[in-house]
């Protein structure tokens, strides 16, 4: 892009970023990466926005995947433009030509929103995929998209780790009120923003009409309130907006990476406040449902790729939704650059070799990770599990726990004994019974299955 003006290209680079903000995948943005590059002298004349391309196959790709997008970006920009579109340059003309792209982006931004920050349009109910570990969250929240405001869910307070569907589920409230109740005032904001705008009205003596703004709103997704809970100001006027709104039977909805309780730095009354309705706990997701995920993405994105390798990745990538995504971005960029070579697991296990050594390293699980959920699952106390008592309702979860142990850590036998107070001796028979047990008894398998599963991990991991 040498010949344009630097005005031009402070523009363009604006809009590139703004592009990027509004593609809703990662795949999407990946793409764009590869394609943007592509484009040459992006110029305003009079009200079109011109961009150079390479070849009618460029020029028809791009108009149909970005000149929408670019447009509304350009306008994000303060850009006063009609229209945009791409022109065939005749001296780059013969040179070689992209692949066509086997998909199209369905990136759109919100706009009926009172909305500070954009709505991702594919963040629906639709598009969310249901498993044990968000299906609580999930209820909860298809109940205050219902019902904004009248169900007893207000507010409605949504933790868990980074890259689980927080931001997901929040959104898909907001898409579904706007959808059904078209008369209501959603408000989608992040806490950032809503810091960076408090912080701005106080500046400008603005206030008062910043109250106004967010009292006035039906709905309010406030995302990632772990980032406010600190902030000794903003969590009064927080405080007082937040009551304003319960008080008028609004709805309110939060996300936090953390449960109110461990909220660093937030004061008793308003975590206190945060508890009143509904707290809800996104995990991370089971084998099965990272499966389901990996389906629909690939449905969304209209690439062919074998359960094989969607197995592959769903067996070892555990961590979260987005690493789940950006595993099947490298193998779905992979398939668009080398469409003449089929794509087998040991390409994918090599394409995937730095993520799958991430997984393991932030992944490895801990004894006592296992022992709460094997408590939980049971429904017995932590400390029963480590506890001298030898009934059977005792030594079943006890064992259980100490063959999980040994099979999905990696522990030494006398190490996992410190864990449990018994010698090594102890955790090996109690390991060895479970192994035995297994075999004949089906509701032990299930059991063992289903806490395996919530450890996410898989029945085949534990041999
Ligand atoms: P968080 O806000 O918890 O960090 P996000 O809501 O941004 O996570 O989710 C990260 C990505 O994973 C998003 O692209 C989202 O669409 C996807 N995702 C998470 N959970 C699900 C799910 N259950 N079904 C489909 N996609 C999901
Ligand atoms: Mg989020």
Redesign the pocket.
């Known amino acids: 892009m040498e010949e344009e003006t630097e005005k031009g290209n402070g523009l363009w680079n604006a809009v590139v970023r703004q592009v990027k903000q509004l593609l ?3 795949i999407e943005r990946r793409r764009m990466d590869r394609y943007f590059p592509l484009m040459h002298s992006p110029r305003l004349e009079g009200s079109e926005f011109l961009i150079d391309v390479e070849g009618q196959v460029q020029m028809e790709t791009f108009t149909g995947l970005y000149a929408p997008v670019i447009l509304d970006a350009l306008r994000m920009c303060g850009a006063n433009v009609e229209k945009v579109r791409f022109c065939v340059e005749e001296r780059r003309g013969d040179q070689p030509q992209m692949q066509m792209p086997r998909y199209r982006p369905q990136a759109k931004t919100v706009r009926s929103v009172t909305s500070t920050s954009p709505m ?1 349009e ?2 629906t109910f639709e ?5 044990p570990s ?1 299906s609580f969250a999930h209820a909860a929240a298809t109940a205050v998209a219902k019902g904004p405001g009248r169900t007893s869910y207000n507010p409605l307070f949504i933790y ?11 959104e898909a409230i907001g898409h579904y009120v706007l959808e059904r109740s078209p008369g209501m005032s959603v408000c989608y904001i992040t806490s950032e923003t809503f810091l960076n705008e408090y912080v701005n009205a106080l500046q400008n003596d603005a206030m008062p009409a910043f109250r106004e703004r967010y009292r006035k709103v039906d709905l309010l997704l406030l ?2 309130v772990q980032f406010i809970a600190d902030k000794k100001q903003i969590q009064e006027e927080f405080f007082n907006t937040f009551n304003s709104l319960l008080g008028l039977h609004k709805q309110v909805v939060m ?1 936090s990476d953390v449960a109110p309780n461990d909220l660093k730095g937030c004061e008793e009354r308003l975590t206190g406040r945060f508890q009143q309705g509904m707290v809800v706990e ?1 995990e991370s ?1 089971s084998y099965e ?1 990272r499966l389901a ?1 990996l389906k ?2 690939v449905a969304a994105v209209h690439h062919l790729i074998s359960d094989e390798i969607l197995k592959f990745i769903a067996e070892n990538i555990k961590s ?3 690493a ?2 950006g595993a099947l971005n490298r193998v779905v960029t992979f398939m668009d650059l080398n469409s003449d070579i089929p794509l087998t697991v040991e390409i994918a296990k090599h394409l995937l070799k730095d993520s799958i050594a991430e997984e393991k390293i932030i992944k490895d699980l801990t004894v006592d990770e296992i022992m709460r959920t094997v408590a939980a699952h049971y429904g017995v106390k932590l400390d029963d599990i480590v506890a001298k008592e030898r009934t059977q309702t005792l030594v079943t979860p006890r064992q259980v726990a100490m063959f999980l142990s040994c099979k999905l850590t990696t522990k030494s036998l006398p190490e996992v004994g410190v864990s449990f107070k018994r010698t090594h001796a102890t955790v090996y028979h109690g390991a060895q019974t479970i192994q035995k047990r297994l075999d004949v008894e089906a509701d032990l398998k299930k059991a063992v299955e289903e806490i395996v599963s919530r450890l996410g991990r898989k029945f085949s991991d534990l041999v």
Do not use: A, C, Q, W
């Open positions: 809703p995948t990662d991702n594919n963040y598009n969310f995929v249901k498993g968000n868990g780790g980074t890259g689980l569907g927080k931001t997901h589920l929040m995302d990632d996300t996104i997701p449902t995920i629909s993405k979260h939704v987005r789940i995504e």
